[in-house]
């Protein structure tokens, strides 16, 4: 059994989420996680809330609250919607704990004692208006190195390179279009400079990733130098240390504390499973693997900035140091990262009202349905664009007429002419080519999957969905039921295809786990198939011997939150042909997936209508 770590995208929180998140690093996480497990690997999925930063204080000025009244908002609405999607996190938690806060703190304070935190002064981008410091990720202009327009304060996603607000051409702010303020302000910068030659050493190690993340991420270290850690602002993780911890005007930037999230997770969830030492068996253990899934905006984060402070962290660049409290921990196996949705050319954008929103989505179709569109027509490799049209299209003509259909007709003429799962009679070479077929897709679909290869694995179970339907077609066992002495002949062709779609819905339990478990009892078995997450209302406390945060603004203690977790262990599903007992007793199937009318391919729902232009 492998220690598999599941590392993902933690979602801001200043809104609920819309369906362009979940395609990217929702769904894909949780198929991947799902077959993991499967497989008899040990799986610890963690993720969160991510809910520090400016524009969340711009957003809850703008509503007349409080930025934690806000940030608790959406953590519950988020937290609905990714459970309600069947999101099977171990542990789904937040920044605003102090857990999070006093690992961050760890993280930081080792990285300064071994000298990769350096202070300095720079240009700070400040909105005029207000005063307040623009996020880098805020400021937007043209590139200074390839010209192109829309380039980040942090990165131009044309050329990769890596930027300040104050390099950019023409800077305005994406919050208000103003034009930017630049004042000089002190603050602590990850020296990556010093830490390039073990970070070029890991990635060229890296060469099982996806072409573009990789090219993506060695690009990033031509014009490598030090990072701003810090911002000035009052809303996030104090800076520990003496002088800076109680400056309220100080924090730690945003992306320094998400990206240890997946640390500080993984910490939680082992003191909240009654082992508080389990998290090490997937951080400290040169034997795990650990496989992180995001949009494509994120992979500096992720290929760069958390496994420099990771390097940082034990020691390792031209500075040498030592490890910290935590150990030596182990840097990413692979970032797996995918395009955007899009809906009509543009990225799904909440602000600008390009948006289908997850919870809406999950209450008129149901998950699977959504699991489905995004796993084989999701962005895996490229942008895609998100129509009503192709939405439609693939849930009548592959889920519902397809693997509905198959799974329908296959179990209500048993049920009709047997009860029961019938006693084949020998099988001819029709039988076998199906059954063969279906056998040898658990390795494809398998490779697939374990390479983040969603859509080709779906596809090819659909392949043998395909040919399943085609067999029954062939053998028309409509016919063979209306001649007694074809009775042995039905029994074969029968079990021949409940046996192919118990094989089919054990390779899409990973993809669509709600309609595997009524279709594992529709083949007359027991017992929780596909185990479902749950939502637990837990209460903030620190793990014992875990440090103190400390500085301005540490999280109260005892307040309560919403986690997503599950009891995944006691699942039955297993990675493998289940053969179908003859003598189970059926019962009748209920259709499994309703057919969408036609015309909502050129309306669209009233929550999220077609646009006719």
């Not at 829309?150 to 044309?158: K, S, Y």
């Not at 309220?248 to 993984?266: E, I, T």
């Not at 994120?298 to 031209?318: D, M, V």
């Not at 027509?377 to 693997?403: K, S, Y």
Request: net charge negative.
């Amino acid at each position: 059994m492998s220690p598999i770590l599941t590392a993902v995208a933690w979602p801001y929180a200043n809104g609920p989420r819309h369906i362009g998140h979940v395609a990217g690093f929702g769904v894909p996480s949780d198929v991947f996680s799902r077959y993991q497990r499967m497989i008899g690997n040990d799986v610890l999925m963690i993720s969160g809330t991510d809910e520090h930063g400016t524009p969340l204080l711009v957003q809850a000025e703008a509503e007349g609250v409080s930025v934690q009244e806000l940030a608790d908002r959406y953590n519950r609405q988020i937290v609905e919607d990714l459970a309600g999607l069947g999101l099977s996190y171990d542990l789904f938690t937040r920044t605003t704990t102090r857990n999070h806060y006093a690992v961050v703190q760890e993280l930081f304070r080792g990285l300064y004692e071994n000298g990769y935190m350096i202070k300095q002064t720079q240009m700070g981008a400040i909105s005029p208006s207000t005063g307040r410091t623009l996020p880098d990720r805020y400021v937007e202009g043209t590139c200074p190195i390839c010209g192109a327009d829309g380039a980040r304060g942090d990165q131009c996603d044309n050329c990769g390179n890596q930027l300040d607000p104050a390099d950019l051409i023409n800077p305005v702010s994406k919050i208000n279009g103003e034009t930017p303020k630049f004042i000089e302000t002190e603050h602590f910068l990850l020296d990556l400079p010093a830490l390039a030659e073990a970070l070029t050493e890991w990635l060229q190690g890296r060469d099982d990733w996806r072409p573009n993340v990789l090219k993506f991420s060695m690009n990033l270290l031509e014009n490598i130098r030090p990072r701003a850690m810090t911002r000035d602002i009052d809303w996030g993780v104090p800076i520990p240390l003496d002088g800076w911890a109680d400056n309220n005007a100080k924090k730690l930037y945003v992306w320094f504390d998400a990206v240890v999230g997946y640390l500080s997770a993984s910490i939680e969830w082992a003191y909240r499973s009654g082992d508080p030492a389990a998290w090490r068996n997937w951080w400290g253990n040169p034997e795990s693997t650990s496989y992180y899934f995001m949009g494509k905006d994120n992979i500096t984060f992720h290929s760069q900035i958390w496994p420099a402070e990771l390097l940082g962290y034990r020691g390792s660049g031209s500075r040498g140091g030592s490890q910290g409290e935590f150990g030596e921990l182990e840097l990413p196996t692979e970032v797996v990262s995918s395009e955007f949705l899009t809906m009509s050319g543009s990225k799904f954008s909440s602000s600008k009202g390009i948006v289908i929103y997850v919870k809406d989505f999950l209450k008129e179709f149901g998950p699977d349905a959504l699991r489905y569109f995004i796993a084989v027509a999701g962005p895996e490799n490229q942008d895609t664009d998100f129509t009503w049209d192709e939405f439609v299209r693939r849930i009548n003509n592959e889920l519902a007429n397809g693997w509905g259909n198959l799974v329908n007709r296959t179990v209500s003429m048993a049920h009709k002419n047997f009860g029961e799962v019938p006693e084949p009679a020998s099988l001819n070479d029709a039988d076998l080519e199906l059954l063969n077929l279906a056998e040898q897709t658990f390795a494809e679909v398998g490779e697939a999957l374990q390479h983040s290869r969603f859509r080709a694995g779906i596809t090819a179970i659909m392949h043998v969905v395909g040919e399943a339907n085609a067999y029954i077609a062939a053998q028309e066992p409509w016919k063979l039921a209306k001649d007694e002495s074809q009775r042995e002949r039905l029994a074969t062709v029968l079990w021949t295809a409940l046996q192919v779609v118990s094989d089919c819905n054990v390779m899409l339990t990973p993809y669509l786990p709600f309609s595997a478990q009524k279709i594992h009892e529709t083949l007359g078995r027991t017992g929780v198939w596909a185990a479902q997450p749950r939502v637990e209302e837990v209460t903030d406390e620190l793990p014992e011997g875990r440090t103190e945060p400390v500085g301005v603004g540490v999280p109260a203690e005892g307040r309560s939150y919403p986690v997503i977790t599950g009891d995944y262990d006691e699942q039955l599903a297993t990675w493998g042909r289940l053969e179908m007992v003859p003598g189970t007793a059926l019962s009748k199937p209920k259709p499994l997936f309703a057919k969408l009318d036609p015309e909502l391919a050129e309306t669209g729902p009233s929550w999220a209508p077609v646009n006719p232009e």
